[in-house]
Every structure is written in C-alpha cells, then in structure tokens.
C-alpha cells in the first residue's frame, strides 16, 4: 500500500487553515538564504506557496554567496528579538565560509521552525515537548495517519545524519521502538536491514535499498533525494522494493510532502510558544 504524503499533507493543510482563521493566529516565518543553490529555491518556493494556503505570511532575505558569517549571524539576532516573526528558517545548504550547525544554532528555540537548536535536540533527547526536526516528524505523523504501530516495531535507519537519521532515532527510541542505526561503517547491512519491520533509508545513494534489503511485509520509508539523468530518485528501487512491502512511501511524493507540512505546524506551534 502507498504511503501518500501528498494526501495527508493536503489533509492537514486544511485543518490548520482552519485553526489559524479560528484562533485568528497571525505568524510570520522568516527564511534566510545565502546564494542563489537552485534546489534550495525551490524548497523555499514550496513552503511559500503552503504558507500562502493556509494564512501565514512570509519574509524573505535573499543573501548573496559571499555574505560573511557575521553578517548572517547579525540578521538572525535582528529576527530574534522582532515579536513580529514567529519562525525563523535558515536554509541549507549555505556557502563554505558559514558554519551551518554554529549559525543555525543561534536562533531563538521558540522560533527553531527546522528544530535544529541544542535547546530542542536536548528535549527531543529527554522525550520532552519541542519542535522536532519537520522530516522526522512526517515520517512519525505518517506512520500514525496509516495506523502502523511503532512501539516495539523493530526500526532500522540507514543513515546518521543531524538532520534525519540521528534525531530520529531519538523520537523513535522515545515511541517505544526498537531502534538499529545502520551507516557508511557497518557491515552486512542487507542483513541487518531485512530484520526491519520498518526500514527507513536516508542517505543520499540513489537505489541503494534493492529487494535484497527488504523482508516481506516490511514498512519502508524512502527520505533519500538524488538526481539522475534530471530526474529524482530516493535510496529504494521503488520497482524491485514495492511487491515485498505492505507499506512504502513515493518518492517524490512521500515524506517531502511531510516535511512541508510539519514546517506549517511547527511554525503554528511557535506561535503558541510567543516567541521570545
């Protein structure tokens, strides 16, 4: 069966358009982009465009490539202390001459739309309240809207990264899975991966996941987003994976959607955080 992101993104859309004309909520996002990375734009053109569906306006600051590091950081504090921006976005990825993780982290916790602070890691990692990082909490909303369990699911992430694989091993851990971290290091990962209930593969290596990887009856996630021959292509053989998998997301289709989605309610959430 087709986990389809693009549905339940539209589904929530609409029930948080709704909320924000009820509760008469009137949020601002703010999205930084240093340069002018093609793929970066559009990631910025779909968040405009689900912002403008639901009600929330945007500010953009369009930077050029060799914007120092202390200039960015200038602005970010700007955009802290201002009551009128509720969520703060500093796209990736940024030129060489600014560290992302040093630059990102200075945002304000309550308007960490990406939830990359120390602040909201730290409470990812203590199973308190914080805004998640967007992927992973698609994957979770996704999961859920499908009603497949999580607690004590045997879960494997290929892949290790700040942005999907390391915090989403806490959020899993934090729903009662249990949860096996696979990466670049570790050896027979076919082996390892086909004793996945729900096989979550983010990586960046297109097809990496073929049928060999996958048990019959398996959940598997495709986060990975590649460009082959112009065209996008995740971590799984869609082709080869399907017929093995009761569940398995699009790709593209599946989490991106998500990921959009969650911006819009975290970027809801921080307005009732109030900002500063």
């Known amino acids: ?40 734009q559009i990631y910025i053109r779909n968040k405009e465009q689900a912002c403008a569906k639901i009600g929330i306006n945007v500010q953009k600051y369009i930077l050029k490539e060799d914007t120092l590091e202390k200039d960015v950081i200038k602005l970010i504090d700007k955009l802290n202390k201002q009551e009128d921006i509720t969520g703060i976005i500093l796209q990736s990825p940024v030129p060489k001459q600014i560290d992302f993780a040093k630059v990102s982290g200075l945002i304000n916790p309550h308007k960490d739309i990406d939830g990359f602070t120390k602040e909201n890691t730290y409470n990812l990692y203590l199973n308190k309240k914080c805004l998640m990082p967007c992927t992973v909490k698609g994957i979770i909303t996704l999961l859920n809207y499908y009603d497949i369990p999580i607690a004590g699911a045997h879960v494997v992430i290929v892949g290790r990264g700040n942005i999907v694989g390391h915090p989403l091993s806490l959020a899993m851990l934090n729903l009662n899975a249990t949860v096996t971290v696979a990466h670049s290091h570790t050896q027979n990962l076919a082996d390892i991966c086909q004793r996945a209930d729900i096989l979550i593969a983010a990586v960046g290596k297109p097809k990496l996941i073929t049928k060999e990887y996958v048990k019959k009856g398996a959940v598997v996630i495709d986060v990975g987003v590649s460009r082959v021959d112009g065209k996008i292509v995740g971590d799984v053989d869609y082709a080869e994976v399907a017929p093995l998998a009761s569940y398995i997301t699009p790709n593209p289709g599946g989490v ?11 970027i809801v959430d921080a307005y009732k955080l109030g900002g500063i």
């Open 1 to 40: 069966m087709l986990l389809d992101g693009k549905k339940v993104r539209d589904e929530i859309l609409v029930k948080l358009q709704e909320q924000i004309m009820q509760e008469k909520i009137k949020a601002t996002l703010a999205i930084i982009l240093v340069g002018s990375d093609e793929a970066s």
């Open 256 to 266: 991106g959607p998500m990921t959009v989605a969650m911006i819009m309610e975290n």
